[in-house]
């Protein structure tokens, strides 16, 4: 008894909020930037469910994918197709519509449109228009795994977000040379795929010590968030097959703060000078490393700050 009672107080409760955000404003010839849940079909919110059942049309990164959401939701607003292959014609239909005076839904796959995901052409293409943009906030991969990885306080909210490496080892070292070397911890996004090479090859331009949260499947059944270090990262991936499948988000934690100021000492220092008279940032971090023995990652960030200092 006791158990409905609860059930009708929290059916109640939806109803009278449910009105209120119906009663919201809800501009015409407006694009709607709505997240979508990252996994769990349970995380869309009632103003983004609003949004969708309002929209005169959606417009979908893909609609195979989003219809699976509406149908869940029960909604039945029509989908058009807006992904990277089209995104420029998707976005001359939509000012159209919009000029028309409808309502236009903008999703991808899951989480926030334009935001390592196709549409910011779109959002820039309206505003250049003149047309209303109202972005519908939801679910972040990003947001998320930093919930649950405590790399961050309220003393210390800084972080940054790198999106995806690129494919190839060679360029991706150097893009992860320049990012890590930040003082800051890095967020990126990885595939199941390269996920493996991805943490080897950080592995390599930051070091063994160096902290590493791993989220993956996030918000669904099979979730994990596991913080290890660098050298150990390849051991967990080989604990279990399932370990490599699902989207990552990756953290790489802030390098430990270089004592004395970020200096180091002028033996050091005086062999990174020498190394970058014919070598990369990277690649003299990499020797000087090998030689000194301190970590490649406080050497690279102090060969990078004194190559533009000097």
Same mark, same amino acid.
């Given at each position: 008894?006791?158990?409905?009672?609860?059930?009708r107080?929290?059916a109640?409760?939806?109803?009278?909020?449910?009105e209120?955000?119906d009663?919201?404003h809800?501009?015409?010839?407006t694009?709607?930037?709505?997240?979508?849940?990252?996994?769990?079909?349970?995380?869309?919110?009632?103003?983004?469910?609003?949004?969708?059942?309002?929209?005169?049309?959606?417009?979908?990164e893909?609609?195979?994918s989003?219809r699976t959401?509406?149908d869940?939701?029960?909604?039945?607003?029509?989908?058009?197709?807006a992904?990277?292959h089209?995104?420029?014609?998707?976005a001359?239909?939509?000012?159209a519509r919009?000029?028309?005076g409808?309502?236009?839904?903008?999703v991808?796959?899951?989480?926030?449109?334009?935001?390592?995901?196709?549409?910011?052409?779109?959002?820039?293409a309206?505003r250049?228009?003149?047309?209303g943009?109202?972005?519908?906030?939801g679910?972040?991969?990003?947001?998320?795994?930093?919930?649950?990885?405590?790399?961050t306080?309220d003393?210390?909210?800084?972080?940054?977000f790198?999106?995806?490496p690129?494919?190839?080892?060679?360029?991706?070292?150097r893009?992860?040379?320049?990012?890590?070397?930040?003082?800051a911890?890095?967020?990126?996004?990885?595939?199941?795929?390269?996920?493996r090479?991805t943490?080897?090859?950080?592995?390599?331009?930051?070091?063994?010590?160096?902290?590493l *949260?791993?989220?993956?499947?996030?918000?669904?059944? !099979? /979730?994990?968030?596991?913080?290890? %270090?660098? $050298?150990?990262?390849? &051991?967990?991936?080989?604990?279990?097959a399932?370990? *490599?499948?699902?989207?990552?988000?990756?953290?790489? !934690? /802030?390098?430990p703060a270089?004592? %004395?100021? $970020?200096?180091?000492? &002028?033996?050091?220092?005086a062999?990174?000078?020498?190394?970058?008279?014919?070598?990369?940032v990277?690649?003299?971090?990499?020797?000087?490393?090998?030689?000194? $023995?301190l970590?490649? &990652?406080?050497?690279?960030?102090w060969a990078?700050?004194?190559?533009?200092?000097?």
């Amino acid at each position: 008894m006791q158990e409905n009672s609860a059930m009708r107080g929290a059916a109640q409760a939806w109803q009278r909020v449910a009105e209120q955000v119906d009663g919201q404003h809800w501009p015409a010839a407006t694009l709607y930037v709505v997240a979508t849940p990252i996994g769990n079909l349970g995380d869309l919110g009632l103003r983004a469910w609003q949004a969708l059942h309002r929209c005169d049309v959606i417009a979908a990164e893909d609609t195979r994918s989003s219809r699976t959401l509406l149908d869940a939701w029960g909604l039945r607003t029509p989908l058009i197709a807006a992904h990277r292959h089209n995104e420029a014609q998707a976005a001359q239909a939509i000012v159209a519509r919009l000029q028309a005076g409808e309502r236009v839904a903008l999703v991808s796959d899951a989480g926030a449109p334009a935001v390592s995901d196709p549409g910011a052409r779109i959002v820039r293409a309206v505003r250049e228009a003149g047309l209303g943009v109202m972005p519908i906030p939801g679910a972040s991969a990003v947001i998320t795994a930093l919930m649950a990885s405590g790399v961050t306080s309220d003393e210390n909210p800084s972080f940054v977000f790198a999106g995806f490496p690129p494919s190839k080892s060679a360029a991706r070292k150097r893009w992860l040379g320049s990012w890590c070397a930040l003082p800051a911890p890095v967020i990126m996004f990885e595939s199941p795929h390269r996920v493996r090479a991805t943490v080897g090859d950080l592995l390599e331009v930051c070091g063994a010590a160096r902290g590493l *949260t791993i989220a993956r499947e996030l918000t669904k059944r !099979h /979730e994990q968030v596991h913080t290890l %270090t660098l $050298g150990e990262a390849a &051991d967990w991936f080989g604990g279990e097959a399932h370990r *490599t499948l699902g989207e990552f988000v990756l953290i790489v !934690h /802030e390098a430990p703060a270089v004592s %004395t100021e $970020g200096r180091i000492d &002028d033996t050091a220092a005086a062999l990174l000078d020498a190394l970058l008279e014919s070598l990369s940032v990277r690649d003299a971090a990499k020797v000087a490393a090998k030689v000194s $023995g301190l970590p490649r &990652d406080t050497l690279y960030a102090w060969a990078l700050a004194h190559r533009k200092s000097g």
